[in-house]
């Protein structure tokens, strides 16, 4: 075990990690530690011994005493070691150790202790949502909820009769409003558990509604009906106001699990790209167990490398989310004598016909700053156009601040070089956006006077369902595995709120609802079927998704596609995994090969013969893989088949390359995504980074996620436009995880002048170095 830490020149302290290396009498430390800092935290100890469910698959002797008595020992020696510790939970269904807070310096003590496998950091989880827009019982209207139909829930109920009856679909969460009268039958005497309070009421917390959305995504049964209607329901509060921990999560997982449910949904997450994470682990060993885990990918798309644990999980879905089919608008914008904005492009929209009301109209525009709520205090947007910069807080929330102002429309422009997303549909009011010199060029007209704005909205085309720019990417590190492993609808769902309301929501959140209640149908239809199999049967039947332009989308975005409920239902022939990553190939001479197999089950009562191919995209002759031309497989049977895969990684290009595996049948064909990696995967250094505060004297706060160890961060200014203004410091090296620095800057910062600037970080590991923008600040 070697633990890192450094102090730098500058009298900050680095935070330190020793993740991945451990010996045979120190326990593994994962995530990054300040061992300076007197700070209590809360960390997941895992022992040695392995949980019930891990001995049981593992063909290993395990019992509930043994667990016990292994954490009493355990919690003797912390408690002789650190006597001010406090153990918060224990756990030995799935994850087999306790939940401890203690003081951040002293964690690295416990890897010295006997029976300790690794420790964990209790990280935060979040809802993976955005903003909602209320809808009252008043208003709602059962055309809202067109998600479920999208996907071929309806045609389940009304054509197969399935329903999700007898199936039931753990909600673990914010609480769900089980008085809602949308959900009130799918809950019976028992309704589950609060881990935030620590009683047995599962109520959606106050001003929480999150948990509630997303169960009646799943089993509505009333003025909406969710994807498995008369499926039945318990609520695991494991998220308050703030978001929730890892301790409470692990504790809902495995309480879910003990309670007999058959589904679970995780609408939650964070941003560490890690399978080997105590939530992960709990996930995969659910799914061992025979329940279907189902968990959000995450909204930190567009980018690959995204995902974010327990989205990170080898066996549980991860979902996606996508946007279905919409209008597509071309717009212009003229201001005062004709000036002209070339970059102007419809952004988002609620409704077409809010879009086209603005069409040859002419408005009074007003600058909204940033548009946060605060911006708009003392500056009148009754019935104009508010124009809006990027930065600070979500597109979304822009246009909803305008919309509470009193704002028609929007017109936000960039903060930076480059065009910004499209958030279609889902603004609150129609929105158009601009690159960074035609935003310039409005407030130079506004500040000469020339307040006016003309629109030109023309209908272009339709486009069909599309991933969502949110939507986080995979692959998964470690595992190289593409994630999601499917997407569904995640944007503009209408569901339940508490209060006997609804509301429209936006995120993965409500992606992953769409696959737990698809779940709970084909487990009615199949109710001795493994996770596996349903696993398999979203996945393969999921079709492909293209974007506006009508190119397919990669792996690492869309998964296998957008699930398809009656297909899965109606399967005859699963193949799973239902994707598959080949690994990292990285021999730089000669042919490097690897062993690899997917198992076919044929579903049906008849034996088929199935022709087999293999295509790695790209890849030349360079790329080989082995394996039968075809396949017989009797009446509900199974059968593996072996590949040989063979890279001549010197001869192409690092990075990687997709395929597909095809198995097909006359008019049955299969398709299963495949991936692998040529030399080193070009896994950023940088997860996320972001300023927290830039005080007069010119000390910038900031904070960094690393997705691994790196050598050095080199800190600069920089212009808004990107022009570089002067070097900073360095900091480093730094281990993988989080961190919080402080950066003196106060002999550059009193020299610049009053404008916008950005903080810069030069990241390098061995011969690779990235550039990243950590964040924006002005100086007034």
């Avoid at 997917?598 to 199935?610: I, Q």
């Avoid at 082995?626 to 590949?643: D, E, F, I, R, W």
Wanted: aromatic share 8%; no cysteine; charged share 20%.
């Amino acid at each position: 075990m070697i633990m890192v830490l450094v102090l730098l020149a500058s009298g900050f302290t680095q935070t330190g990690q020793a993740s991945g290396q451990k010996s045979e009498s120190l326990g593994e430390l994962k995530g990054s530690y300040d061992f300076n800092s007197s700070e209590e935290i809360t960390v997941m100890v895992q022992l040695d011994e392995p949980s019930i469910t891990e001995a049981k698959h593992k063909g290993v002797a395990q019992s509930e005493a043994n667990l016990k008595k292994s954490r009493e020992q355990l919690k003797s020696d912390i408690a002789a070691l650190i006597p001010d510790s406090e153990v918060e939970r224990e756990y030995d269904h799935l994850f087999s150790g306790i939940a401890l807070t203690l003081s951040e310096k002293e964690v690295l003590q416990l890897t010295e202790l006997d029976g300790v496998q690794a420790v964990y950091p209790s990280v935060t989880y979040q809802a993976t949502e955005f903003s909602p827009e209320e809808i009252s019982n008043e208003e709602f209207s059962p055309e809202m909820m067109d998600s479920a139909p999208f996907i071929g829930a309806d045609e389940a109920w009304e054509s197969l009769g399935i329903t999700g009856e007898g199936v039931t679909v753990a909600i673990i969460d914010t609480g769900v409003d089980y008085t809602h009268p949308d959900l009130a039958h799918a809950f019976g005497d028992y309704k589950g558990y609060d881990f935030v309070d620590n009683n047995d009421d599962p109520q959606e917390g106050e001003g929480q509604y999150h948990g509630t959305h997303v169960a009646g995504t799943v089993a509505a049964n009333g003025n909406i009906k969710g994807v498995a209607p008369d499926a039945s329901l318990l609520g695991y509060r494991v998220l308050g106001p703030q978001g929730g921990t890892t301790a409470d999560v692990v504790a809902g997982i495995e309480l879910a699990v003990k309670d007999g449910a058959d589904v679970m949904n995780l609408s939650l997450g964070n941003t560490v790209n890690d399978p080997d994470w105590a939530t992960s682990i709990a996930l995969d060993w659910a799914m061992a167990e025979g329940v279907v885990a189902v968990t959000s990918n995450g909204n930190s798309g567009p980018d690959n490398w995204t995902v974010g644990s327990p989205g990170t999980s080898r066996e549980a879905i991860s979902v996606g989310a996508t946007q279905l089919p919409y209008n597509l608008y071309e717009a212009d914008l003229f201001t005062s004598d004709g000036v002209e904005y070339p970059t102007a492009k419809v952004m988002g929209f609620d409704e077409d016909e809010e879009l086209l009301a603005l069409d040859g109209e002419t408005y009074e525009f007003v600058d909204a700053g940033l548009g946060r709520v605060g911006d708009f205090d003392g500056v009148n947007v009754e019935g104009k156009i508010a124009l809006i910069k990027r930065g600070e807080i979500a597109f979304v929330d822009k246009a909803e601040n305008a919309a509470a102002a009193g704002a028609v429309g929007a017109v936000i422009y960039n903060n930076t070089e480059g065009e910004m997303p499209f958030v279609i549909p889902g603004m609150a009011v129609p929105t158009l956006k601009l690159d960074d010199v035609d935003g310039q060029k409005m407030v130079e007209e506004l500040e000469t006077g020339n307040n006016e704005v003309t629109f030109d909205i023309q209908f272009d085309r339709e486009v069909g369902e599309t991933v969502a720019d949110f939507s986080s990417r995979g692959p998964a590190y470690a595992t190289w595995m593409i994630k999601p492993d499917v997407s569904a609808p995640g944007v503009d769902i209408v569901s339940t709120f508490p209060g006997e309301s609804y509301a429209s929501l936006q995120g993965t959140s409500m992606s992953a609802p769409h696959v737990a209640g698809a779940a709970a149908l084909l487990l009615e239809k199949n109710p001795n079927w493994g996770t596996d199999k349903v696993k398999a049967a979203l996945m393969n039947t999921a079709e492909s998704i293209y974007d506006e332009n009508g190119n397919v989308y990669p792996f690492n975005t869309q998964g296998a596609g957008s699930i398809r409920v009656v297909e899965a239902l109606t399967a005859e022939t699963l193949v799973s995994p239902g994707s598959y990553s080949f690994g990292v190939f990285d021999k730089e001479k000669g042919r490097q090969t690897e062993r690899q197999h997917f198992e076919v089950m044929n579903l049906s009562d008849e034996r088929k013969r199935y022709s087999i191919d293999v295509d790695i995209y790209d890849g030349d002759n360079h790329i080989r893989v082995n394996t039968s031309n075809n396949l017989n497989v009797k009446a509900g049977g199974s059968q593996k088949v072996n590949m040989n895969v063979q890279v001549n990684a010197g001869a192409l290009e690092p990075g990687y390359y997709e395929g597909m595996i095809t198995l097909s049948r006359g008019n049955e064909v299969i398709e299963v995504p495949t991936i692998l990696f040529v030399m080193d995967p070009d896994y950023p250094h940088l997860s996320y980074g972001g300023i927290t505060s830039v005080t007069e004297d010119g000390n910038i706060e900031f904070y960094m996620n690393l997705n691994r160890d790196v050598d050095y961060a080199e800190m600069y200014i920089f212009t808004a436009g990107f022009a570089p203004v002067a070097y900073v410091d360095t900091f480093g090296p730094l281990s993988q995880g989080d961190h919080d620095l402080t950066l003196d800057a106060s002999g550059v910062y009193n020299n610049l002048d009053a404008g916008d600037y950005a903080l810069v970080a030069f990241i390098g590991k061995g011969d690779a170095e990235e550039g990243f923008v950590i964040g924006n600040f002005t100086k007034e």
